[in-house]
């Protein structure tokens, strides 16, 4: 049964269960690869127009908190309610904007050649990678179906870009099977993946069988296990706990015990999420980025729907309480 974030979040002892249970991939693992990614939103304006500089201005407050990277598109981005042409926009606003901060675009489609065009525009736009999730319309396709896709996608890349498989099953509902994984390792830009579910378990099923691969998790659920073992980070909370994210990064790169801060940022997080998550975990983390941040609102595309004026006023009063 898929919990909601709140439920997952506060799954700690499962989180301590495993890492015990992959100590042994930590020795396999030749580099710290424990690189902070922040997850953007897409900001839009009241008429759901893309807004290119609040774009721009994401990303300044997260090169000025500490990042060391962005990803965007993805589904805190939710790109699947964006065009190619946007898409590509979006794509040109980060790479002008991104300094020294790493980027990641997520480019995949649900048919090949819109995947390798976005790609390609990532890599001539200033992107240092691509993160692709499976052809997600049809369900239950086979191994040999998704190595084709990922093959022909693969084929037409620059090698110099590297490139991250997305595993994100809850929204997908096509998941990135481990023979896959084995299968495309003939590549070598392929540098790692992303696995955005709370499953812990799975998670570290795939550092086990990758320990040489950056295996990010996209959840703050498993983040713990990821710094444990040198692995990065794409965490949507990074809008309204950017730095303290940057400040557990730090922690773990020196070498000692994360779990004090990392269980003292969970608790926090969990308080803003509230009893209430579900589809509007998007929607608050992008409202409670704009409140820090002390710009105007940003709106979300349907099926998303607007956080009322009720949950706005909660979640402007907990963030108060937090600062006082």
């Known amino acids: 049964m898929e ?12 989180m301590a269960t495993a890492t015990a249970a992959i100590n042994g991939a930590k020795a396999a693992t030749p580099a710290n ?3 902070f990614w922040a997850a953007c939103t897409t900001p839009c304006d009241k008429n759901l127009k893309v807004d290119l500089g609040a774009m721009r201005e994401q990303i300044e407050w997260y ?26 926009a979006i794509m040109e606003a980060v790479g002008k904007a991104k300094g020294n901060l790493n980027v990641l675009c997520t480019s995949g489609t649900a048919n090949v050649a819109d995947t390798i065009e976005l790609s390609k525009h990532a890599a001539d736009h200033g992107a240092d990678g691509v993160i692709v999730l499976p052809p997600y319309y049809v369900k239950g396709p086979s191994t040999e179906g998704l190595l084709r896709y990922y093959t022909m996608v693969m084929d037409a890349m620059p090698q110099s870009l590297a490139f991250y498989l997305y595993h994100v099953p809850r929204w997908s509902a096509v998941p990135v099977p481990i023979d896959l994984v084995k299968s495309l390792k003939r590549y070598t830009n392929l540098k790692g993946i992303k696995d955005s579910t709370s499953d812990a378990k799975g998670y570290t099923a795939f550092i086990t069988n990758f320990p040489e691969m950056n295996v990010i998790t996209g959840a703050y659920e498993n983040l713990e296990i990821a710094l444990t073992h040198g692995m990065g980070g794409i965490i949507q909370e990074a809008g ?17 015990d994360v779990h004090g801060p990392y269980a003292a940022l969970q608790k926090k997080i969990a308080g803003l999420y509230g009893s209430r998550d579900g589809l509007d975990q998007y929607g608050i983390m992008q409202y409670a980025m704009t409140v820090q941040m002390g710009k105007p609102a940003s709106y979300q595309r349907p099926p998303f729907t607007d956080l009322s004026a009720a949950r706005k006023a909660e979640i402007e009063n907990y963030l108060r309480m937090a600062r006082d």
């Open 3 to 14: 919990h909601t974030r709140r439920d997952a979040i506060a799954l700690m002892g499962a």
């Open 33 to 35: 690869k424990m690189t």
């Open 63 to 88: 090169k000025s908190h500490g990042a060391g990277g962005v990803t965007f598109l993805g589904s805190t981005g939710e790109f699947a309610s964006f065009t190619v042409a946007e898409r590509k």
């Open 240 to 256: 309204p706990y950017c730095r303290e994210l940057a400040d557990l990064f730090a922690i773990a790169r020196s070498g000692k």
